[in-house]
Nanobody, 124 residues
Framework: QVQLVESGGGLVQAGGSLRLSCAAS????????MGWVRQAPGKERAFVAT????????YYADSVKGRFTISRDNAKNTVYLQMNSLKPEDTAVYYC?????????????????WGQGTQVTVSS
């Protein structure tokens, strides 16, 4: 089992940047592929990005490709989401999630463990 705590959200103007962090508990962090999922008001949760256990493979939703970068530091049990060129439509609660799956996971319901979420608001 793994516990996840996100941080780094906030209010930023369009075109700005934010870096989200997700700290994981436990000694098996490197056994999990990690993902970021977001939920905008009135919408379902949507996949943003995922990274493999070693960090060698990443995958992004088309809406964030080229603007967001997911990375991880297994020595620090932390996964990051660098968000650049932010747009108002990126406004959402961002969740960190973990899965033991060995394949790329893009459906939110395929993740087993979730953080509490961090709010990102992008003003126009």
């Amino acid at each position: 089992q793994v516990q996840l705590v996100e941080s780094g959200g906030g209010l930023v103007q369009a075109g700005g940047s934010l870096r989200l962090s997700c700290a994981a508990s436990g000694r098996t962090f490197s056994s999990y592929a990690m993902g970021w999922v977001r939920q905008a008001p009135g919408k379902e949760r949507a996949f943003v990005a995922t990274i493999s256990r070693s960090g060698s493979n990443t995958y992004y939703a088309d809406s964030v490709k080229g603007r967001f970068t997911i990375s991880r530091d297994n020595a620090k049990n932390t996964v990051y989401l660098q968000m650049n060129s932010l747009k108002p439509e990126d406004t959402a609660v961002y969740y960190c999630a973990a899965t033991a799956a060995v394949v790329i996971v893009t459906r939110p319901n395929q993740y087993s463990y979730w953080g509490q979420g961090t709010q990102v608001t992008v003003s126009s």
